[in-house]
């Protein structure tokens, strides 16, 4: 849960479902379908398919909907809400943007899966283009901000998840376990929650760094 008592949760096999706005209107991505679907409360049920690897979700505090493809297609995607327009291209070479957030500066960011780095885009430019905001990375999973707009980053490959000033390229380094993270969330209380897929676990880390 946010602060709105908005819910955020993933269904890692089958790409990633994102709880939106407080009148329960559920969003998700079907990664080898290709289609993104939206629930509304009275059991309104709408599909528009975007391509195989629709997999990372998310919206603009605007209300903007923006979806990305992943291992099996590439490019990022902005739909109408409704799903009734077709999806509009902001990048179409983009490659392995995976869980993303959009950032208090009002800018997208989102780990680049195969590149080993997180990246920031300006949806609003006339011609939207990836910009490299931290390297070094085994497989950055996905990124996420806490309620006072800092920065978090999963490693998936090394389990690890940093908190990341990117005015001075410092990270340090929260959590560190012996199991592969894929994307996490936030709640009220900045308490993090991370899902160790390989072992089946739902894993919560509390403000003073308890697992």
Do not use: C
Request: hydrophobic content about 40%; glycine content about 10%.
């Amino acid at each position: 849960f946010d602060a709105d008592d908005r819910i955020f949760t993933a269904a890692s096999s089958e790409g990633q479902i994102l709880r939106l706005d407080t009148d329960g209107t559920v969003y998700w991505t079907e990664l080898m379908g290709g289609n993104v679907g939206m629930l509304r409360p009275d059991g309104t049920f709408t599909t528009q398919q975007v391509g195989p690897g629709v997999n990372p979700i998310t919206m603009s505090d605007d209300g903007r909907l923006f979806v990305a493809r992943d291992f099996m297609g590439d490019g990022l995607y902005e739909l109408d809400p409704e799903l009734a327009e077709p999806p509009r291209v902001l990048i179409e070479d983009l490659v392995g943007m995976n869980g993303m957030d959009f950032g208090p500066d009002g800018l997208l960011y989102g780990p680049l899966f195969f590149g080993g780095a997180i990246a920031r885009v300006d949806v609003d430019a006339d011609e939207p283009a990836p910009e490299i905001v931290a390297e070094g990375f085994r497989i950055p999973s996905a990124v996420k901000f806490d309620s006072k707009g800092r920065l978090h980053a999963v490693d998936l490959a090394e389990g690890q998840i940093f908190r990341l000033d990117l005015d001075s390229d410092e990270r340090e380094m929260l959590m560190d376990i012996e199991a592969p993270l894929d994307n996490m969330a936030f709640d009220a209380d900045d308490r993090i929650f991370t899902a160790a897929s390989s072992e089946g676990q739902i894993l919560r880390l509390d403000t003073d760094g308890t697992v």
